[in-house]
């Protein structure tokens, strides 16, 4: 593949860029698609047995999401180091380095786990209804076990996409998608000698499909000699602190960020609890249907990740540029088809979850909401994965905590939950609240990547 494209937007330039953008995004959108589609599954599948089923899963997942995203956010750190020094023709360098990613990763996993222990005292503080902590804990109790996988197969997948080997993680993630379903059916509803376990079948369900990607991509790359030049499992080591540093400084910003904003969708959850099973479940299809549609536009911007990296690496920050505009630009057409889904189709969408009438109704007018600020999350997730390939991402993190939290949650938290502005709204506040957030996000990571080129 072509490190860089020639810095020019005539029509064959321009064309031959996205080309390079795609058959690196590609497959990356299938792989997070299918593994969001394993969010998709749950929830459909837990959703036939009752509201308080779904509400437990989605407070469940308000709890463990934002800690595996944010641990997939610092292993992205390991992405950028390993595209420049490939642009810059020196891949001796990427195995060692990469390797050290599994010790952080441990370590982020089991914090992870001690964290989600305390989720019963977390949701009685939010006000959550008694009756729902016994399911939410069952279900907690197989993502526990399979979080600690988590940690090694963000490793290597960061690993093999910033190589540009991204078709691995598409078949892996496909793989477990499916294996994830029928674990799925046998343990939520039983099946021979298998009891129906419900919301804790589903939980452990997910973690045997966690601990079976591990193995699986594992044995890929072992065995596949496309590997041979960098080889991430032959420099097995103890921790090296000073690279793990290097990757942190790089890697914690990224999950910051992410954090921040997936933990202002989920936290929403939380906060809306003392509403009922109603105002969650609606919460958590309209959440669900956008996690879904947030892997097109978050897929290209790691590739974007990988493709700015490599022209940084071979060519300097104008070959970023150019990249990074063109990436930008794609990610923002691409954003007009997931909001022209969720505008025109939302009760057919809605229905697919639920049958029942008041979950649908909220659903569907979350989901105009939602079609909203496609364009805007779109945006600001292409100039973060543009930034990520700079390296330059101390700066995201302190725009994601003011965009997201100061602005978003605490519009929404008065649009929602108090008669300040209006009376109170609801959970659909929340996502006015998110709508303002985003764009905010959007404008000022555009102000911080103009910046940083007119500086280079």
Known sequence: MQIFAKNTFDAPHLFKEIKYLMVIALPIMGAQLAQSGMGVVDTLMVGRL?????AAVALGTSIWMPLFLFLSGVLL??????AQWLGADTPSKVGPFAFQGFWLGLVISLISIIAMLFHTSILRMMSVPEHLLPLTSDYMLGIMIGFPALGFYQTMRSYTEGLGFTRPVLIISVGMLLFNLMANWILIYGMGPIPALGVMGCGFA????????VLMLWLYIRFNHRYNETRLLDYPSMPRWDEIKKMSVVGIPIGVAIFFEVGLFTTIALFIARLGSTQIAAHQIALNVTSVTFMVPLSLAMALTVRVGNSVGAGGYQYG????????????????FTAGIMYFLPGII?????????????????LHLAAVFQISDALQVALSGALRGYKDTQIIMPITLFSYWIVGMGLGYILSLTDLIVPAMGVAGFWYGLIAGLSMAAVLLGWRFFAINRLA
């Open 350 to 366: 809605a229905e697919l979850y639920t049958d029942q009438v008041e979950v649908i109704a909220l659903a569907v007018t979350l």
């Open 77 to 82: 750190g390991i992405t950028p180091f390993i």
């Open 321 to 336: 540029k150019y990249v990074s505009i063109i990436g930008a630009g794609c990610t923002v057409v691409a954003s007009f």
């Open 206 to 213: 997910t973690a045997i499909a966690m601990w079976s990607s």
């Open 50 to 54: 009752g509201a308080d089923h779904l």
